[in-house]
T-cell receptor
Framework: DAGVIQSPRHEVTEMGQEVTLRCKPISGHNSLFWYRQTMMRGLELLIYFNNNVPIDDSGMPEDRFSAKMPNASFSTLKIQPSEPRDSAVYFC?????????????????FGPGTRLTVL | GEDVEQSLFLSVREGDSSVINCTYTDSSSTYLYWYKQEPGAGLQLLTYIFSNMDMKQDQRLTVLLNKKDKHLSLRIADTQTGDSAIYFCAESQRNSGYALNFGKGTSLLVTP
């Protein structure tokens, strides 16, 4: 398996521009997570999906951020308009969460991240 | 989310053991993890432990969990220079879809 795939790996843009980050989770996984990493705040959960449905978006900073998962093999995180304080590394991760009575989850696998710089 | 705390830095000599500590506050934590991040790279899962376990060993790695004190540690035996990286402690629980709640990371420096 190719693992979690993210694109682009690096993005440099100017303030006010729209930015779209892409993620392809591991085939067969039913949960997808978007995290952001900055020096000041560390790793923060932005949003997660289960079976393509957004479950918790309370970590999304503001209305400029939106995320979609149109199918089980693709998700996007969009920032419009972008601001310099959005500069960070954005990680996508996926896992298989079992819906059985015992529940539980397999481990989360991370993509390589997208390093975003907003000038 | 609830707090996950780690010390920021640790320096050890090559060949010695490293012990990285972590404390968490949420008693509902179901799984506890250790991730490794090398400079400019993504997150690599090292190991994880269920909250009903108190120890897990995997080659050079030993994880100890004290659920009463909400304390987790990672011991790396025979530490090598290639182990220099940032180590993140994280917890997850079912009622948040097993989303990871991370500590700020411990930067491990291994000197020859």
């Amino acid at each position: 398996d190719a693992g979690v795939i993210q694109s682009p790996r690096h993005e440099v843009t100017e303030m006010g521009q729209e930015v779209t980050l892409r993620c392809k989770p591991i085939s067969g996984h039913n949960s997808l997570f978007w995290y952001r990493q900055t020096m000041m705040r560390g790793l923060e959960l932005l949003i997660y999906f289960n079976n393509n449905v957004p479950i918790d978006d309370s970590g999304m900073p503001e209305d400029r951020f939106s995320a979609k998962m149109p199918n089980a093999s693709f998700s996007t995180l969009k920032i419009q308009p972008s601001e310099p304080r959005d500069s960070a590394v954005y990680f996508c991760a996926s896992s298989l969460v079992r819906a059985s009575a015992g529940g539980g989850t397999d481990t989360q696998y991370f993509g390589p991240g997208t390093r975003l710089t907003v000038l | 989310g609830e707090d996950v705390e780690q010390s920021l830095f640790l320096s050890v000599r090559e060949g010695d053991s490293s012990v990285i500590n972590c404390t968490y506050t949420d008693s509902s934590s179901t799984y506890l993890y250790w991730y490794k991040q090398e400079p400019g790279a993504g997150l690599q899962l090292l190991t994880y432990i269920f909250s009903n376990m108190d120890m897990k060993q995997d080659q050079r790695l030993t994880v100890l969990l004290n659920k009463k004190d909400k304390h987790l540690s990672l011991r790396i035996a025979d530490t090598q220079t290639g182990d220099s990286a940032i180590y993140f402690c994280a917890e997850s629980q079912r009622n948040s879809g097993y989303a990871l709640n991370f500590g700020k990371g411990t930067s491990l420096l291994v000197t020859p």
